[in-house]
């Protein structure tokens, strides 16, 4: 392929604090890895916009996000208040929203600008919806008025069973909500994006190490891999970036959901049993995220974060 003999991608700096002032939205940036990544991005003065269907759970998102200190502004080059460094359960947002500080529903939280030198109030904003409408993420690209990144976490897990067991509507609905997201942020971020944007999408090592009954997530998933590479390609000559990260296990309120990981002594047990002795906190795993955002000159990779899992 020919690419475009125009302007090559703009040089900086790959290293986070590259992020600093500019805007990220966080597509599913209400818990989890999303919400880790929100801290990260504000401990190195980033402006985040977040994007969410629960509202509650939104709001102490927010809530949280705007309480952060960019830690050059502490002047001690630490990061306070990373989430996901420790349990799960510690996460804003993982339970009851009740009792926690919040500014109402999101779509009532102002500001636009960029990331530099604001109030908290305008560093971060909240959009309800769902991430895989085209409406809400086109509302959460006009609230933010300028966009350089964008990283979707957001995605279902159904459709697991048997292939014969499952009828066609569960087929179709697992395609909506894990693959049909992918789609719908990446032709909003196409036409918004600036030279040296960047898109990043989620993946997981499953796709690598597939078991039964997981034939149709896992299929959809293994697809945003291949769309990240064909979309590499087809964004290289608007000098946009694309690529994935997939995960490994991560302590979060997804894996912490499942049977036999409720506690903190279950989530240890089960996490020796991994090459470097325990899963990998939410933190560990947005800082993937935040290493394709900083660096432009990658594109059209996936990258693994799973504490060396897929070496068993």
């Known amino acids: 392929m020919v690419y475009s003999p125009g302007k090559p991608v703009?040089?900086?700096?790959?290293?986070p604090s590259a992020l600093a002032g500019?805007?990220?939205l966080l597509i599913g940036g209400s818990s989890g890895i999303g919400l880790a990544a929100g801290v990260l991005l504000r401990s190195v003065a980033a402006r985040v916009v977040l994007v969410g269907r629960d509202p509650a759970r939104l709001a102490a998102a927010v809530s949280q996000l705007r309480a952060e200190r960019p830690a050059m502004a502490a002047g001690d080059g630490s990061a306070p208040g990373l989430a996901g460094d420790g349990p799960a359960s510690n996460l804003p947002?993982?339970?009851?929203?009740?009792?926690?500080?919040?500014?109402?529903?999101a779509s009532g939280l102002?500001?636009?600008?960029?990331?530099?030198?604001?109030?908290?109030?305008?560093?971060?904003?909240?959009?309800?919806?769902?991430?895989?409408?085209?409406?809400?993420?086109?509302?959460?690209?006009?609230r933010a008025g300028h966009v350089d990144h964008v990283l979707v976490t957001a995605g279902g897990f159904s459709g697991a069973g048997p292939l014969t067991e499952l009828s066609a509507d569960d087929i179709r609905g697992t395609v909506d909500s894990r693959l049909w997201p992918a789609f719908a942020?990446?032709?909003?971020?196409?036409t918004r994006l600036p030279a040296g944007g960047s898109l990043t999408?989620?993946?997981?090592?499953?796709?690598?190490?597939?078991?039964?009954?997981?034939t149709a997530p896992l299929s959809l998933i293994g697809a945003v891999e291949t769309l990240t590479r064909a979309l590499a390609v087809e964004l290289?000559?608007?000098?946009?970036?694309?690529?994935?990260?997939?995960?490994?296990?991560?302590d979060t309120p997804l894996l912490r959901s499942l049977p036999g990981h409720g506690s903190d002594d279950e989530i240890a047990t089960a996490g020796a049993t991994t090459p470097l002795g325990r899963f990998g906190s939410a933190s560990e795993a947005a800082a993937g995220a935040l290493f394709l955002m900083a660096n432009n000159y990658v594109t059209g990779q996936i990258i693994t974060v799973d504490g060396g899992e897929t070496l068993n």
């Open 10 to 15: 703009p040089s900086r700096t790959p290293l």
């Open 22 to 24: 500019s805007t990220a």
């Open 93 to 105: 947002g993982d339970g009851p929203a009740s009792g926690l500080a919040g500014d109402g529903p």
């Open 110 to 142: 102002a500001g636009d600008g960029s990331a530099s030198g604001l109030a908290g109030d305008e560093a971060v904003l909240g959009v309800v919806g769902d991430g895989g409408d085209e409406a809400t993420i086109a509302a959460a690209f006009e």
């Open 185 to 190: 942020v990446a032709r909003a971020a196409a």
């Open 201 to 214: 999408f989620s993946s997981g090592i499953l796709v690598l190490r597939p078991g039964p009954g997981m």
């Open 236 to 250: 290289a000559p608007a000098r946009l970036r694309v690529n994935a990260v997939r995960y490994g296990r991560i």
